[in-house]
């Protein structure tokens, strides 16, 4: 199968991959660099692991990983973006919103389970009574649970919104930029802009939010020197997280005849960005495994150190919160526990 980065792979300049690897290693930010190791195989990927799990050591030398439980809270969503499944799927399906009292059992549960990191994930939904609701919720947690870390992930809000959410205790916030070229971003995402939501990242870096960013690989129309930009455009921000994601074509969503994301070049850019940007919490999602079987491992492998629990959204829910795909990967606790141990990571 060629995806958009396999057909531009004849258009990047050839340098010795040991040269890469070891200007890399050195810090070196160069695009045409960038580009050749985001394409390594075989024993130069491998390569390119090993050099990122010494990352990954150098800076978390107790080999913890952090494991999060999500908890879908509602999939309304008022974007129209055109790899997203949620909002297609959802206008025929049914629609939901996980009440309050019933978020303090999930989060109840969870607690008692020992998870301490809890993320709280939507669609884009920027009315004032879905936020006034989203608040209450995390002042719950935070007054019951006081050493729990909450992670929000709801999409563009306002200023006033992101500080009444600061306010109220979350502690992260994760808002992926997608892609860092303009055009491609305004394909994928038309009713939104790439400066809207870099405003956005900002905003909440400035609000005292833990946050994340990062992007989807193998988008229709992107190419690997966009990726290389991507990872460029991590440097612009004050992070505790990055990420990255594999597209999927999702079946309900407007690129669901469209190539899937490659694998490999996900785990290479995950692994560039663990090199680059040691200092990270970098997730192993689940799309990876979607992507290919044993690709959450390997993304664990690549120098990824958090992983999330799909234990927090009832199971009658979980078919209404299709990301990616209405048959996703959602992998539980004996399934990470096994893979953490392959790793050599704990938590």
Same mark, same amino acid.
Request: proline share 3%; hydrophobic share 35%; aromatic share 8%.
């Given at each position: 199968?060629?995806?958009a980065?396999?057909?531009?792979?004849?258009?990047?300049?050839?340098?010795?991959k040991?040269f890469?690897l070891?200007?890399?290693?050195?810090?070196?930010? +160069?695009?045409d660099?960038?580009?050749?190791?985001i394409?390594?195989?075989?024993?130069?990927?491998?390569?390119?692991?090993?050099?990122?799990?010494?990352?990954?050591r150098?800076?978390? &030398?107790?080999?913890?990983?952090?494991?999060?439980?999500?908890?879908?809270? +509602?999939n309304?969503?008022?974007?129209?973006?055109?790899f997203?499944?949620?909002?297609?799927?959802?206008?025929?399906?049914?629609?939901?919103?996980?009440g309050?009292?019933?978020?303090?059992?999930?989060?109840?549960h969870?607690?008692?389970?020992?998870?301490?990191v809890?993320?709280?994930?939507?669609?884009?939904?920027?009315?004032?009574?879905?936020?006034?609701?989203?608040?209450?919720?995390?002042?719950?947690i935070?007054?019951r649970?006081?050493?729990?870390?909450v992670?929000?992930?709801?999409? =563009?809000?306002?200023?006033?919104?992101?500080?009444q959410?600061?306010d109220s205790? #979350? =502690?992260?916030?994760?808002?992926?930029?997608?892609? +860092?070229?303009?055009?491609?971003?305004k394909?994928?995402?038309? =009713?939104?802009?790439l400066?809207e939501?870099?405003a956005?990242?900002?905003?909440?870096?400035?609000?005292?939010?833990?946050?994340?960013?990062?992007?989807?690989?193998?988008?229709?129309?992107?190419?690997i020197?966009?990726?290389a930009?991507?990872?460029l455009l991590?440097?612009k921000?004050?992070?505790?997280?990055?990420?990255s994601s594999?597209f999927?074509?999702?079946?309900?969503?407007?690129?669901? =005849?469209?190539?899937?994301g490659?694998?490999g070049?996900?785990?290479n850019?995950?692994?560039?960005?663990r090199?680059?940007y040691?200092?990270?919490?970098?997730?192993?999602?689940?799309?990876?495994?979607?992507?290919?079987k044993?690709?959450?491992?390997?993304?664990?492998? #690549?120098?990824?150190?958090?992983?999330?629990?799909?234990?927090?959204? &009832?199971?009658?829910?979980?078919?209404?919160f299709?990301?990616y795909?209405?048959?996703?990967f959602?992998?539980?606790?004996?399934?990470?526990?096994?893979?953490?141990?392959?790793?050599?990571?704990?938590?």
């Amino acid at each position: 199968m060629r995806t958009a980065q396999s057909r531009q792979v004849n258009k990047m300049p050839k340098f010795n991959k040991r040269f890469v690897l070891q200007n890399i290693a050195e810090g070196s930010l +160069s695009k045409d660099l960038l580009c050749e190791a985001i394409l390594f195989k075989g024993k130069e990927s491998k390569e390119l692991f090993k050099l990122a799990r010494q990352r990954l050591r150098e800076c978390f &030398p107790t080999g913890e990983a952090e494991i999060r439980s999500v908890i879908e809270v +509602s999939n309304i969503c008022q974007r129209q973006c055109n790899f997203c499944n949620i909002n297609s799927y959802a206008n025929g399906g049914k629609k939901y919103v996980i009440g309050y009292k019933e978020f303090m059992e999930i989060a109840g549960h969870i607690y008692g389970r020992k998870r301490r990191v809890i993320l709280i994930q939507s669609g884009e939904n920027r009315s004032q009574k879905y936020v006034d609701h989203i608040c209450r919720c995390v002042s719950g947690i935070k007054q019951r649970f006081h050493d729990l870390t909450v992670i929000l992930c709801l999409g =563009d809000l306002s200023h006033k919104q992101y500080k009444q959410l600061r306010d109220s205790g #979350a =502690d992260r916030y994760i808002l992926k930029f997608e892609t +860092s070229n303009p055009v491609l971003y305004k394909k994928i995402k038309p =009713d939104s802009s790439l400066e809207e939501r870099i405003a956005c990242i900002e905003m909440l870096i400035e609000l005292g939010f833990d946050v994340g960013t990062g992007n989807i690989i193998g988008l229709p129309g992107q190419g690997i020197k966009d990726l290389a930009e991507d990872l460029l455009l991590i440097s612009k921000f004050k992070l505790t997280m990055a990420s990255s994601s594999v597209f999927i074509p999702g079946e309900s969503s407007n690129y669901k =005849d469209e190539p899937a994301g490659d694998l490999g070049i996900a785990l290479n850019y995950m692994a560039l960005m663990r090199i680059v940007y040691p200092w990270l919490l970098i997730p192993s999602t689940s799309s990876l495994e979607k992507a290919g079987k044993g690709g959450q491992f390997l993304g664990l492998m #690549a120098g990824a150190n958090a992983i999330t629990v799909h234990d927090g959204t &009832p199971a009658g829910l979980r078919k209404y919160f299709p990301i990616y795909s209405t048959n996703r990967f959602a992998p539980q606790e004996k399934y990470i526990k096994k893979i953490a141990a392959r790793s050599g990571l704990t938590f």
